[in-house]
């Protein structure tokens, strides 16, 4: 089994800290963590934290009630840096299933990480949001899996793009050369 740790804080220090630690692999947020941490901006806040953070993924929240304000709220936040992934609730405040928004931002390709899960329901839920197939390009797996650092999956790929990082190709072009 494979275990990852995010640091689940807000604190511009506290994360300079972590983050030159090996085993943390990434950070998460939250609109209370970061007004505790004294952000005053949550967007000139993030760009602070995004300063440090670099390398290693990190999630912001949306702090929106309604679905198209979060839909709006993540796609914007989702331009602020290239390891961001889009922090969303699976239910708002009013109780609601988030749904509508996991699924519009997931087929934005935007990266998510969705929080406050608490039953398997809610889990099966999620899954009929997300995972859809994409394109039409390949085979298997390939219309649902986004390479790492890309946004598209490898079957809405063009071809040429597809076979630079495939690994079944690059093996293949090793391999070819004993026959």
Same mark, same amino acid.
């Given at each position: 089994?494979? =275990? #990852?740790?995010?640091?689940?804080?807000?604190?511009?220090?506290?994360?300079?800290?972590?983050?030159?630690?090996?085993?943390? #692999?990434?950070?998460?947020?939250?609109?209370?963590?970061?007004?505790?941490? @004294?952000?005053?901006?949550?967007?000139?806040?993030?760009?602070?934290?995004?300063?440090?953070?670099?390398?290693?993924?990190?999630?912001?929240?949306?702090?929106?009630?309604?679905?198209?304000?979060?839909?709006?709220? @993540?796609?914007?936040?989702?331009?602020?840096?290239?390891?961001?992934?889009?922090?969303?609730?699976?239910?708002?405040?009013?109780?609601?299933?988030? @749904?509508?928004? =996991?699924?519009?931002?997931?087929?934005?390709?935007?990266?998510?990480?969705?929080?406050?899960?608490?039953?398997?329901?809610?889990? #099966?839920?999620?899954?009929?949001?997300?995972?859809?197939?994409k394109g039409?390009n390949g085979?298997?797996?390939?219309?649902?899996?986004?390479?790492?650092?890309?946004?598209?999956?490898?079957?809405?790929?063009?071809?040429?793009?597809?076979?630079?990082?495939?690994?079944?190709?690059?093996?293949f072009r #090793?391999?070819?050369?004993?026959?």
């Amino acid at each position: 089994m494979s =275990i #990852k740790i995010f640091c689940d804080i807000a604190d511009v220090n506290q994360i300079k800290r972590f983050h030159r630690k090996k085993i943390v #692999k990434g950070f998460t947020t939250n609109p209370s963590l970061m007004r505790k941490a @004294g952000a005053k901006d949550y967007k000139a806040y993030s760009k602070q934290i995004l300063k440090v953070c670099k390398n290693k993924p990190i999630s912001f929240e949306v702090f929106a009630d309604n679905d198209q304000s979060m839909i709006e709220q @993540g796609s914007k936040i989702n331009t602020w840096g290239k390891n961001i992934y889009v922090k969303v609730p699976v239910v708002n405040s009013k109780n609601q299933f988030t @749904g509508k928004v =996991i699924q519009n931002l997931n087929s934005q390709n935007i990266r998510l990480n969705i929080t406050a899960v608490y039953s398997a329901n809610q889990t #099966k839920k999620i899954l009929k949001m997300i995972n859809k197939k994409k394109g039409k390009n390949g085979f298997g797996y390939d219309p649902i899996f986004i390479p790492r650092g890309k946004k598209l999956t490898f079957a809405q790929m063009k071809p040429s793009k597809k076979y630079k990082i495939d690994h079944r190709f690059k093996a293949f072009r #090793k391999i070819k050369k004993f026959f």
